[in-house]
């Protein structure tokens, strides 16, 4: 089969590779429908952090199920499912918690392999999310807002979830990348009567605003801070959604953010803040990998089935898994906000 394989920074190709086989009770087969990039993916491809040569990459995905394993009940092949990157277990105490993200039996050395033709998939049983139907039964659009399930719009979610955004508040969003546009998806859904997003990019910028976005401030660094609590007669934000991970992106939300409030923080920090930045303010700090399984469950596959949200609009560009490179290139040079990856129709 072909898959995407990381080369070194900056490279991609894609390999014939063996097919994945089953090699536990509990995982699934699956044969990959739609994948696409990451943001994070950039971190690696740009050597700005190890990943081993020669790896299988991705982990964002639709896909069939191709084979189960003796233990997987609820799936079946032939099912059209969501993979998310998560691979809860579902029973253990951080997903009964509902933290499925951080799930303590996840298979150790990390996600790879999405961006292929097969993926092998651990703890299918209860971490796989079944769509209705088949791809076929679903719009070129519809099936771009179900990819994004996989992560994208459920970590977008995760950080107003984290933030404990509720009706009526008043929320920043700090970043305009897929995440941050999802984020403004996912606060609005929370009931946020205010959105606040901080975008430098009129292409961006645009988008935000269809998903819900009521102010943009494209202004920077302390500019931006006095914009924001200009718009908010200088109480600052109920809530932050934070979608860079920049230290200089945690500290600007502690400048909007309002006494009391929470900051939801979802972008792969570098080095963590001085807790002092927040301390006399009263401001929370939370977050981390998104509980994809279980937001999926809950909320974000029946708000794309019913078309309440489309958060499928990110995907700016698109790419056969042959032009792999070329999707990651177009997401490092901002080509696109996230690059689509078709792999099998």
Not at 6 to 15: L, S
Not at 149 to 158: E, I, K, Q, S
Not at 255 to 268: Q, S
Not at 334 to 340: D, F, G, N, Q, T
Request: aromatic share 6%; with cysteine; glycine share 12%.
């Amino acid at each position: 089969m072909k898959a995407a394989v990381f080369v070194e920074p900056g490279k991609m190709e894609v390999h014939e590779v063996d097919k994945p086989t089953l090699q536990k009770p509990t995982d699934a087969i699956l044969k990959i429908v739609r994948a696409c990039v990451c943001g994070s993916d950039l971190w690696w491809y740009r050597g700005i952090s190890e990943r081993k040569h020669g790896s299988l990459v991705g982990h964002e995905a639709i896909a069939v199920v191709d084979q189960v394993g003796s233990a997987v009940k609820d799936i079946k092949p032939g099912d059209f499912v969501i993979a998310p990157f998560t691979h809860g277990c579902g029973h253990c105490a951080a997903c009964k918690a509902g933290f499925d993200g951080d799930c303590m039996n996840q298979e150790a050395g990390g996600n790879g392999g999405y961006q292929g033709e097969y993926l092998r998939f651990t703890n299918a049983n209860w971490a796989l999310v079944k769509i209705p139907g088949k791809p076929d039964d679903y719009s070129d659009a519809q099936l771009n807002d179900l990819l994004t399930l996989a992560d994208v719009m459920a970590t977008g979610y995760h950080s107003a979830a984290s933030a404990e955004v509720k009706d009526g508040d008043t929320v920043v969003v700090i970043g305009d990348g897929a995440v941050g546009l999802c984020a403004v998806i996912g606060a609005k859904l929370r009931g946020a009567k205010r959105i606040i997003t901080m975008s430098h990019h009129e292409d961006r910028a645009k988008l935000a605003k269809e998903f819900g976005a009521t102010d943009i401030v494209s202004e920077r660094g302390d500019d931006a801070v006095k914009k924001v609590l200009e718009l908010t007669d200088g109480n600052g934000a109920d809530a932050v959604l934070e979608c860079v991970g920049a230290v200089s992106a945690i500290e600007q939300a502690g400048k909007v953010a309002r006494p009391g409030a929470i900051i939801g923080r979802v972008g792969v920090p570098q080095t963590e803040p001085s807790s002092n930045t927040l301390f006399w303010k009263n401001i929370g700090l939370r977050g981390g990998i998104a509980s994809v399984t279980t937001y999926d469950r809950e909320v974000l596959l029946d708000a794309v089935l019913s078309g309440k949200i489309h958060p499928g609009k990110v995907f700016t560009k698109r790419f056969t898994l042959d032009q792999i490179q070329q999707a990651y290139e177009a997401m490092d040079k901002r080509e696109a906000i996230k690059s689509l990856v078709i792999v099998s129709q």
